[in-house]
């Protein structure tokens, strides 16, 4: 008798294991792409879950302070009263300072922080005319030195109407030699909003009243100058 379990065709034990393997391992590869493809869906519907949600990002405003806050609620775009504190006071200090030998640096920064209009009546008048010098020229031409400290001005906001107001009373200190001399002087502001992609504080001034801390008899108002 010949040998049959070279032939198995004619060993029925081994067709059968080599049955058993084939569907062993179809059995293995549709588990695998089961798993895989059940995996796949849940981690989508996590990402799609995770993306829909609000964002929460950790905010530093103007006063250093960090904060816990949502990318698409009113409170990220919305100023709170901390941010508007030191955006007035930064500001007011550029703007009011008038200062001979920072005259130019304070009004590029007050100016900057102006909507369109009112920051070209502004730059008009800072800068002047061939037939008239502006402002930064004449405080220049007196070469005096002034501060304002910040933390001692006087800031009060009414935000029940909009634009929302900003009271700013303080005092400038001109440093003369052997003796300083201090003046008094008050802004009203109106401050808008300001896409923050633009604007980092969220914040411009729109109107401008009592000029007179520059120069007596000057004001502007919304943008123009009277």
Do not use: K
């Not at 008038?98 to 800068?127: I, K, Q």
């Not at 633009?198 to 729109?206: A, K």
């Amino acid at each position: 008798m010949g040998d049959t379990t070279s032939n198995p065709t004619r060993n029925p034990n081994l067709l059968r294991a080599i049955w058993d393997g084939h569907a062993h391992r179809a059995a293995l590869w549709r588990a695998l792409c089961l798993g895989s493809a059940a995996i796949t869906a849940l981690a989508l519907f996590l990402s799609l879950r995770l993306l829909n949600r609000p964002r929460e990002v950790i905010r530093i405003g103007c006063d250093g302070i960090p904060q816990l806050v949502r990318l698409d609620t009113e409170q990220y775009t919305e100023p709170n009263e901390r941010e508007m504190q030191a955006f007035v006071r930064l500001w007011t200090v550029a703007y009011a300072r008038g200062d001979s030998f920072s005259a130019v640096n304070d009004a590029v920064h007050a100016a900057r922080y102006m909507v369109p209009e009112l920051r070209d009546v502004y730059r008009r008048r800072m800068r002047g005319s061939p037939e008239a010098p502006g402002l930064v020229a004449q405080l220049e031409a007196v070469r005096r030195r002034t501060e304002i400290d910040p933390n001692q001005l006087s800031v009060e906001f009414d935000r029940q109407v909009y634009p929302w107001l900003a009271r700013v009373r303080g005092e400038r200190r001109v440093l003369r030699e052997g003796q300083t001399e201090v003046q008094p002087f008050a802004l009203d502001l109106r401050l808008v909003r300001a896409p923050r992609e633009q604007v980092l504080e969220g914040l411009l001034i729109q109107e401008v009243r009592d000029l007179d801390v520059v120069r007596a008899g000057a004001d502007v108002v919304s943008g123009a100058a009277r």
